[in-house]
């Protein structure tokens, strides 16, 4: 299995390779990234990945056995074994813990990062084509730095945290209401965002406000495993929706909430055409349904007329907008947003309340204010609007002149990855995804955003890599036999 | 009724002040911070609140009516409206809406900051002894701006958040563990540790964690209501236990948690003695239970013997700990964190990530690491523990020398406020609290904090006061007959 270890950091902290490593998978066992039960990569691996000996590897591995830790086989490999093992002055039996129902479905639930990428392997000169990642070198570092550092400022005045902040910085709101109504025509006020840590924040509390228990909740298949996760949670009934080329196939769901990407479906990056979106708005009428819309990827359009969200379309209040920062700001800024219906503000600001009466990232907010009301944000879409226009281009292009046997792409308009099919067995998919690491170059294939048995596919993320680089990335792979 | 406006960052945004008033008043309203039908301020009070004339606020009064967020019974005030008459193009009846289960439980608890302090009303040259803030004045602030402006370098790195972020930057885990170890003599390690966005996050998802329909969850009496909400909004059963001047009377509830601040009491201060402590863990112990030990208020002790926490007596693993920078760092910077029995890090973790799998404030959080591996949070607390402890002694004097006849103040060794209870009947109370604002002092009551009909108390916070101005709020409190 692929395991994604914070060995650096521990790296820096312990000093010594051996220490790195054990604190490093020791961690992943004890917060549960690494589910009980699961196999850890070899010492073979896991000495290839982070260019350690295999007698460290071994070396930590019978530590963390004396411990309890994990449990080796003969001759089987390694396992996690945190949970039967780590005996001591606890009782560790799940079962004397009585979590809540909540509890328990989230315990349960093996939700990952979806859109995140495994950055930890692969040698330091592979190609990553991992979606999502904006471009470093053409940010506008400065400029970010000055609303930062201003920003800290302000809270050096010691102030109490604003009264309203639990809804979001004042001026943040209007700055981003502003910002949509100027660039995608949307009906915006600041009284209707709530700014949210993220979008996977708003996407948890709707789904938790909204989907009660055994409520049907529409979700895309393909899709975006962190809404599978959150309605679970919620305790809803995952109602899966299939999509085609063009997006979601509308259907008289039993359901009263629907999670969409009309805008560019995650993964696939399909647009959905006027007359789904006037069904599913439809649908939500007929049924007293809500639909979320989470915009996650939609600032960089490379062609084509540009798309309208579906909240535009909405006449009865019956779409919630999710919009997010997270693809064109720095990926460690965790800021999203809601424009919310009227009538769901009380309710959805009264339960990010409960979790935050005082906003957790009040400087950022007011750092990003800062940025978009200063003209800053809308230069720095402008420009890299054309620097990703390019580099969407020249992929498009590669792969469909050197990789066309293996891959068929799905023609798309938009956005910082490109989706395409693989065109074989999943076998050998599976060995090909192998052989191209080998040689230097990785992608995302959605993983656990995949029901089981799925036909393999790629996303390719451009968004951070150089022309030079992405030239080099296809050009391995086209060796690759 | 008091209410808290954002009429000075509204009138930041609009420059008139009726516009300001306008936008203020209908974002109480609209966010629901002033519940449907509750009174608003009559136009007499407001102008005096904010220094407008009554024909402006009338005017802003007439406009919202017009507009349906508020209505104008005669000669009986005026009334949020919001639900009923804002009919636009949706429907508005919450009924329509259909939250879930917990969507109506978080809609309809009635939760406030309950250690927030109203900053709004009273004049500028108001004495507020308003709990829980800092003193702005000795905060090492160019330390701390060094350490927010290394951070936001760090962020312009343009990495994405850790990996592990979930639970909380490392390095500050481990920080924390280090301060805990040596300046509480607690078992902390950072793998138990996980940083929230305040300790109030860490209050909702423990309570939703643990608390299913139902369950008992025990609450002290007098209490913080954040908790209750907290218990509300899971579904819990509030058992509500009575404080007495030692702390929680312990009983053998039907519960399976209980939330305690055994280091301070909330609010009453009283410090929880070892047989009580040992009472709670042996009723956890038999009922399988987790004690939530809200350790909000006890960086500064002022005389007597340090007290450990009761997280220090517990053998089997069942009390959770929960820590706060709220005290000693600005007051904006919302960081807390839990420390967690082994067996509950996993079931915690996967809480936190469901929200927030990469956190929203990871720039602080490495702020805040250097800020305490530097060493400079320890210098920090050992100065403000002297000026604290002056302040301290200070207004204990005062109050027991001038105002022993209103205010019979409860023995307290640490912390940033002092409680009293009020020595007459509650109608008293009323009006000399009243007068006392009028005359430019003010203090908390805990409002919300309490059961209806409580004994009415009062706690001064003094954290942020200079001596003159102990000295001030009270010889005004004095004058007042």
């Known amino acids: 299995m692929e395991l994604q270890l914070a060995y650096q950091s521990h790296l820096q902290r312990y000093g010594t390779k051996y220490e790195a ?22 010492s073979r691996e896991l000495a290839a ?42 009782a560790t039996d799940l079962a004397a813990i009585r979590l809540s129902a909540w509890g328990e479905r989230v315990a349960r639930a093996t939700q990952d990062s979806g859109r995140a990428f495994s950055a930890a392997v692969g040698g330091a000169d592979a190609v990553r084509f991992a979606p999502g990642l904006p471009d470093a070198a053409s940010f506008p570092q400065r400029e970010w730095a000055r609303c930062l550092y201003a920003a800290a400022r302000e809270q ?12 979001g910085h004042l001026p943040l709101r209007e700055a981003i209401a502003a910002h949509l109504r100027r660039s995608r025509g949307m009906d915006a006020d600041a009284e209707r965002i ?73 993964p696939t990056g399909a647009v959905l055409p006027l007359e789904r979106r006037q069904a599913l708005l439809a649908w939500a009428g007929q049924r007293g349904a809500f639909v979320v819309e989470d915009d996650y990827d ?11 969200p579906l909240q535009v379309l909405d006449e009865e209040g019956r779409v919630v907008y999710i919009g997010t920062f997270s693809k064109t700001m720095p990926p460690e800024l965790r800021i999203g947003f809601v424009l919310l219906p009227l009538r769901l503000v009380r309710p959805f600001v009264a339960a990010k309340r409960l979790f ?22 809308e230069r720095h879409l402008r420009r890299m609007k054309r620097i990703y226009g390019r580099r969407f281009a020249l992929l498009g292009g590669l792969l469909r002149e050197k990789l066309a046997d293996r891959f068929e792409v799905v023609p798309s308009d938009a956005g910082l990855h490109l989706f395409a099919w693989w065109t074989g067995t999943s076998e050998a998919y599976g060995l090909y995804r192998e052989a191209c690491r080998a040689a230097g170059v990785e992608w995302s294939d959605g993983g656990s955003d995949m029901a089981p048995g799925h036909r393999p596919f790629a996303c390719f993320g451009f968004g951070h890599l150089p022309e030079e680089r992405i030239r080099e990335g296809i050009e391995r792979m086209a060796l690759v036999r």
Chains 1, 2 share one sequence.
């Open 356 to 377: 935050e009466p005082h906003p957790a990232s009040l400087l950022e907010q007011r750092a990003l204010a800062a940025f978009m009301s200063g003209g800053m944000y």
């Open 298 to 308: 939609s600032e960089f359009r490379h062609r084509g007329r540009p798309v309208e």
């Open 21 to 42: 490593l054990y604190h490093a998978v020791r961690e992943t066992i004890v917060t549960g990234l690494v589910p009980y039960g699961a196999k850890l990569p070899s």
């Open 49 to 90: 990945t982070y260019g350690l000996s295999r007698g460290t590897v071994n070396q930590v591995y019978d530590m963390l056995a004396a411990e309890g830790y994990v449990t080796a086989g003969v001759g089987s490999g390694t396992f996690a074994a945190f949970l039967e093992l780590k005996a001591g002055r606890e």
């Open 156 to 167: 050096l005045r010691m102030e109490r945290a604003e009264a309203f902040a639990a809804q």
């Open 194 to 266: 709530v700014v949210t840590g993220g979008s996977m924040q708003a996407i948890a509390l709707l789904a938790q406000l909204l989907a009660g228990a055994d409520d049907g909740v529409v979700v895309e298949e393909p899709g975006y495993s962190g809404i599978r996760a959150a309605v679970a949670a919620a305790g809803g009934r995952l109602v899966p929706a299939p999509v085609d080329a063009h997006g979601i196939v509308v259907q008289g769901w039993q359901a009263k909430l629907a999670f969409v990407t009309p805008g560019r479906q995650y």
